[in-house]
């Protein structure tokens, strides 16, 4: 590791100023569980590495007008915790115990997680499949978009220059809902996910609506299974439909072939994993 | 045949354990039961430290952080070193240039190979340099070491250097590298080991056999990935003397190998080795250690080395992959009558200890049966990977994967149970090993009916979801052949507590807390008496080290005579104090007492006390051990190449998910014998730690390489080991044994533990889904695989 500034800003405003004056050169620091391996590896220092774990509004989850907010530097943990959360969103819960271990989790933050933008985060799918838009500080001030724009690409955001990540909030309407979540990796413990896959269902009518599902790690970025969802809107559940559907999610997504797992292995998951968190969804929806 | 032990039979004890402790000598803390008791073999009446669950003295400091290990070691003006490796796996050196990487900040002193005095070492062949000269073999070589004031600076000096190399052909499979074609990598022939063991006529008894079964059976490279990597800091005392801290488990062997390396009398070397952050075979050689003292000569300062996790990857040693071909004859009892096994081991770059892993996995490879007719026939073979060596377990886990496969198929063509299939064949006392060696304290069947019985082998299935496998091995204790003694030293200090000296190194398993047991025991005191003082090659005595499960039978030993020794001087110093023969005393309860009158007694201290002051005869012993072997014959392999053998079962359950292919072990039974268990918790904490090295091996672990010989995934996020969530549940049983030829009846435990278990696993997915999976690890993709074929597979034969 290189010698490098640090700062820790009390303020968002603190915060996006010191990223504007430093340009690039800034990096900003959350939990640390990915940021400090690449600190140690790389072959440069940066110009100031910009401490965000003590700015305290990143750090809440509340319920608004909007929906459920939940501040960019909560931990893993505290989603783990958190009674609004397991009320709400629990398979947001699901998606924390996934991410690696006790450790990682109890520093580790939800906005650094997305933010890293890596196909394979697993607090992604979730979150898509529950509609999420995201906050964004900058120099400008605040803006909005749904958590599907902001993942741009492998390793790539849509925030600008001296913008940072404030706050995820799952809408209204999608609190409640059934939502199912299932990550495969190569054990079970601290793994990658070779495949994530999230669904969440609406009922009416006993009729299937606003299917989401969602596939990570299959794709540049966290992917919807839009033909998937079509076949199943409008229609009444049952085994073989869901069976239809994972098979038709599967060809929505374009796998790595790796050493870690083939393209065609990673598809078997697809259908698998698909049919099981459609399953669970619906479990849930009637619930 | 009923089995020895039982858990009602277990009970026993454990009243007298009790009492033992209400005695007037706690030999363990009182305030330790934790329930854990009934596992607690029968205490023998004059043993009041063996078999007692004493607590280890370094648990605490582990638990708190405070144990030192290398890295927390510092010296004034202390350099950092880094070393360059090959950008080849197989390439001649043209040149070296560190002109420009010594002009960069921080940087003290660089090293190549040439400036060491004897470059090459190893264990059986000296053949693999500390620093290559003129031919890297494997891209985890190193070519030039750097020390600097930091880590970073040594680091960043790396990128200057200048090497040319002219690159060769890689050959990365041992059967590729096997052929007259392949390129060589060291001299005329990659082969540079073979053994060969023959018993009876293998050829006739196969073509008189009812059935005749094949297969062949494939495993993967391993790391060992202790916590603590390979670490060492070299100085030189004002003196001229050099002092090496090394994180090696053999001291012994180590400063010899420091002392040949630097050309260097033995006794102007110190070895220190502190408490080892994890061995498993690893660190069973020299590696960075007379680097940094050449370092540290040039600079004059003090230098430290610390292996990254990618060096450590790269460039220490892994376990041997096998592929290995089994051919057996059966009656149509299931009754074998003869076997034919070969063996081709990838030996990577260099030897290390794959001469030792080849003859061991060789002896092993028939499996605990007795066979009249056999055949193995095995060779080493180099390839330019990263170098094979000694692994726990060497061979064993690997053969024992073949033979308990190729068991439970022939079981299943045969249409007979596993369990009964292995009685039938299973070694008994006094069976004849395939070496021709007559065996004592054999309790495979006894392991094989506690396992079964623990699991619950007979009875009806709760969960037919559920497979469940079975698979049982031998494992020696001690070096094949070769001479591995331990010396010992013995000294009862003058208020009756004892210090032992002794050139082992604690690696993790507890066995300086086992060896203080042993003294403890024949001396008649308490464990918390004895302090067990090692590896310091200045001040303790030759050890052959933490290696081929050996410290307790032969270091126990030899602590075991010395102590006896220092007992005989407290014998002679207490007979006239109480108007008795020498002959008629005992030590038992802190107590120098005559034999049936034990009111007749004076404290040990007292005696000792008297010994040294009055008598002016101080009560200390020293003594060595090493087991008794005959060599064996080159051209049949016939002969008694070990002292002892261990014995066990596992029993494994698992659920396959037949979409995904993922396989989860719920469940492992784990019966093993070590003779007596001189401290059964620290039996049971080999025996988990062990199953989860076999769960890695089974299911997740394997290095990768790409086809230049570069490895994929040198890292803990792309090489895969079990986490705790992926451990199933462990239940350790101990069989009853007593081995004379062991201190106090031990033998050992620590390899022998991850032999059965990748074994025991894939039997059991060949009992859930009926896929059998012939190279490890079986990972969910391999299986799921396997699955979809048995499905394509199936229709035909509904056809036929």
Redesign the interface.
Known sequence: MRPFDYVAPNTVDEAVAILAENGPGARLLAGGTDYVVDLKHSSKAPKIVVDISRISEFSRIEMTDQGLRIGSGVTHTEIMDSALIAKHAPAMQEAALTIGAVQTRNLGTLGGNLVTCVPSLDSGPVLIALDAAVTIAGPQGKRTMTLADFFVGPRKTALEPAELLTDIVIPKAMLGRGCSFRKFGLRNGQALALVNVAASINLEKAKLSDVRIALGAVAPTVIRAIKAENLLNGKAPSDDLFTEAAEMAATEAKPINDFRASASYRLDLIRAGAKRVLAEALERAQA | MAPKVTVKERKKPLESLKQADNGPLPAVLRDIGNGLLPLTPEVNKQTPAVGQRVTRPDSRPHVLGKTIYIDDMTFPNMLHTKILRSEYAHAKILSIDVSEAEKMPGVVATLTGKEIPVVTFGPSYQDQPLLAVDKVRHLGDGVVAVAAETE?QAQDALAKIKVKYEPLEVVLDPLEAMKDSAPKIHGDSNVYATKTIMKGDVEKALKEADHIFEGQFRTQMVEHVPIEPHAAIALWEPTGDLHVYSSLGRITLGRADIARTLDMPMNRIRVTATIVGGNFGGKNEITLEPILALLAKKSGRPVKGVFTREDEFISSTTRHPFVMDYTTGVTKDGIIVARKVRIVCDGGAYCSWSETTLGKGAILSVGPYNIDNIKVEASAVYTTKTTTGAMRGFGAPQVCFAYESHMDDIAKALGIDPLEIRLKNAFHEGSISPTGQVLHSVVVKESLHTAAEQFGWKEERKNKRRGRGIACMWYPIGFTVAANASAAVVKVNEDGTATVLTGTVETGQGSLTVLGQIAAEELGIAADDVKVVSADTDTTPMDTGAIASRTTYVTGNAIMLAARKAKMILFKTAAPMLGVKAEQLEARDRKIQVMNFPQKALSIGDVAHHAQFVNGEPALGSASFNPHTVAMDPATGQGKPFGTYVYATQIAEVEV?E????VDVLRIVAAHDCGTPINPTLVEGQVEGGISMGVGLAL?EEM?FDANGKQ??PNL??Y???????MPDVEVHIVDNFDPSGPFGAKGVGEPTSVPTAACIMNAIFDAVGVRITSLPA???KV??AIQERDKAQPKKIAS
């Open positions: 970073q998910d979409e995904t292919g993922v997740y990768l994929l995934n996020t792309n895969i080991m079990p986490t705790s969530l992926d990972t969910a993709e799921l695989k």
